[in-house]
């Protein structure tokens, strides 16, 4: 029963990393295209609080609940299609800490992307999403 609610909380964790992962690029957009000082600041002010205070907590809980799982039920390690998706959340880690260098340059205002970069940024968490989610629900390897 216990791997059940950690199990449980794992997935509310993920999902509000995710809901992170997908809305700080759509406001990185929104920043890029902002022009009067007001928008830059308020973007600036939404950007820091969404990554700090819901990313980053949010994928701090995804990391401490998933290796209570695996410490739980260490048999899952033997399973391929867990290594690749341990692969693809060391990706998505790294595309996690890569939207909080981007904050931190739209708020010293150096900024060198357009809001078109952006846009398509914001999309590469989606294929993590879908791959990891079949990979743990299909069990293919």
């Known amino acids: 029963m216990t791997y059940l609610w950690i199990k449980s909380f794992h997935i509310i964790a993920v999902v509000c990393w995710f809901a992170g992962l997908f809305y700080l690029p759509r406001l990185f957009v929104y920043h890029a295209m902002s022009t009067d000082s007001i ?16 990313m980053h907590p949010s994928l701090v809980a995804t990391l401490v609940l998933g290796l209570c799982m695996l410490y739980i039920n260490p048999a899952l390690l033997k399973a391929g299609w867990m290594h690749i998706k341990l692969t693809l959340l060391v990706f998505l880690i790294a595309y996690h800490f890569s ?19 952006y846009r398509w940024f914001n999309e590469l968490p989606v294929l993590f999403l879908i791959a990891i989610v079949l990979l743990a629900i299909l069990k293919p390897f």
């Open 39 to 54: 928008s830059q600041e308020r973007f600036t002010i939404m950007e820091r609080k969404l990554y700090r205070g819901i």
């Open 99 to 117: 939207l909080g260098v981007i904050y931190k340059r739209f708020a010293q205002g150096s900024n060198q992307k357009s809001h078109v970069f």
